[in-house]
């Protein structure tokens, strides 16, 4: 079964930290880019993101840069988003997706991305 899913959300206050994790499996993923996304009520699903699976090239939305760092780790065919100095506005549900494309501008895209895991709730309280 091909899917994807994500651990790691929970209730942290402003400056803490979360690492995401997202374990895929079921396909071959080393030439995908592997990316975060997130929703927060009443909004429309950004990018936060992304990684590609195979050289590692990654991409970040500005409002990330800095405080949030993605990785993955090939031998558990994983990819990690962890988080600092989290703020309020960084609550959302976060998303973990799979992009068989590559580059800078398709990789923000999510009608590029072809496979989702059901999401985690990241809460930050003020």
């Known amino acids: 079964q091909v899917q994807l899913v994500e651990s790691g959300g929970g209730l942290v206050q402003a400056g803490g930290s979360l690492r995401l994790s997202c374990a895929a499996s079921g396909r071959t993923f080393s030439t995908y880019t592997m990316g975060w996304f997130r929703q927060a009520p009443g909004k429309e699903r950004e990018f936060v993101s992304a990684i590609r699976w195979s050289g590692g090239m990654t991409y970040y939305a500005d409002s990330v840069k800095g405080r949030f760092t993605i990785s993955r780790d090939n031998a558990k065919n994983t990819v990690y988003l962890q988080m600092n100095n989290l703020k309020p506005e960084d609550t959302a549900v976060y998303y973990c997706?799979?992009?068989?494309?590559?580059?800078?501008?398709?990789?923000?895209?999510?009608?590029?991305?072809?496979?989702w895991g059901r999401g985690t709730q990241v809460t930050v309280s003020s």
């Open positions: 997706a799979a992009n068989p494309n590559s580059g800078m501008v398709v990789a923000s895209m999510p009608q590029r991305y072809d496979l």
